[in-house]
């Protein structure tokens, strides 16, 4: 074992869509029992349960949440649509903070109905950071924009590279903007490594990490794009040199293991989360 396993075990987020099946309580029991001391949590089932009461259950079990899923969806060119998506992401962020998490991942949205501007959706992907930054940094949670695989550029998410969701960052504070790194999404991309340099930031520029998350592709993509992530060292990413690339660049925070996969979901949780710490061991540390 690596002298690092220890602190990167440490660091270990489960996202709670990784184990569907679990309720938000038995997550936090999960992961407790597991020495997982983080997770990744959503909107919705939080919202079911309760803000307050999921945040004094994650508190209780002695974890922490490491990010909020999600906000954004910036790109409707409809003028009523657009406040709504604007509102839906302040109430994102008062969520976060009640949460006490500082990370809420944005998915930018996709084209309009009927639209091919790829550019002009981005512009109003902009624009909606610029109206979201002022209220995101009263509660201390910064918004983190997460460039999704391009097989969704056309109706999720317009930000297809990281290179794009930098240059979208890049416009506001660094403590604002972030961006998110899913190996499931940027492992094609031939310029990934040196953008997760220009991310980490130097000098004066503070770094635009604010979360890192992990999942393989697994092909032919067994459950069609959304569902079809793989469990960690299933598929063809390397794993081990993005968790490298990201260190380099000098993050350290949270390692969220993602996976959207109903064979996993249909398998004991705890027994999905031994695999992933048994995988995270041997293919990420």
Known sequence: MSHNTPSLLDRLSLNQETVRQWSLPELADGCARAGVRGVG?????????????????IRDAGLRVTSLCRGGFFTAADPVER?????????????????????????????PSGSRDLPGARERVADALGELAPYAAERGVRLALEPLHPMYAADRCVVSTLAQALDLAERFPADRVGVVVDTYHLWWDDTVGAQIGRAGGTGSAGSRLAAFQLADWVTP??????LGRGQLGDGSVDLRWFRERVETAGYRGPVEVEIFNPALWARDGAEVLAEIVQRVRTHVV
């Open 83 to 111: 406040a709504a998506a604007l509102d839906d992401n302040r109430a994102a962020l008062d969520e976060a903070a009640a949460l006490g998490t500082d990370t809420l991942v944005l998915v930018s949205g996709g084209l």
């Open 41 to 57: 949590l959503w909107r919705a089932p939080v919202q079911q349960f309760g803000v307050a009461a999921a945040a004094r259950l």
């Open 221 to 226: 993509l067994p459950e069609g794009v959304l």
